[in-house]
């Protein structure tokens, strides 16, 4: 049962995955149907998952954070990544939520 839970979500992540890599896409007769396989986005996600492929079967440690970070900064040094087309104004940190976390996460801890 473990292990049947366990590849139900695993397929599930996958296919949230594939549907935002534009590889798969809804369908309203068959739930689920091949993308548009033309789009950059797909053939980074493709080269990305043959990449951390390789990183595994070469047993570099840590393949799959190092596959992700290269798609990412792929992806964001191509303006594939939403956001990045036109420059945005960082969100302002606000001191107080800062305040309260320090004091949330550090309250137990008593100073000498």
């Given at each position: 049962m473990k292990l049947g839970i366990a590849a139900g979500i695993g397929f599930f992540l996958a296919l949230v995955a594939l549907e935002n890599a534009g590889?798969?896409?809804?369908?309203?007769?068959?739930?689920?149907?091949?993308?548009?396989?033309?789009?950059p986005q797909a053939w980074l996600a493709v080269v990305g998952f043959l990449f951390i492929g390789g990183?595994?079967?070469h047993k570099v440690p840590g393949a799959i954070i190092l596959g992700v970070l290269a798609v990412t900064l792929?992806?964001?040094?191509?303006?594939?990544?939403p956001g990045t087309a036109?420059?945005?104004r960082r969100?302002?940190?606000?001191?107080?939520?800062?305040?309260?976390?320090?004091?949330?996460?550090?309250?137990s801890v008593r100073s000498r």
């Open positions: 590889i798969v896409a809804a369908d309203p007769a068959t739930l689920v149907t091949l993308g548009d396989l033309g789009k990183l595994a079967l792929a992806a964001v040094g191509f303006g594939l990544e036109s420059p945005r969100p302002r940190w606000r001191p107080s939520f800062s305040k309260w976390m320090s004091r949330a996460c550090f309250s």
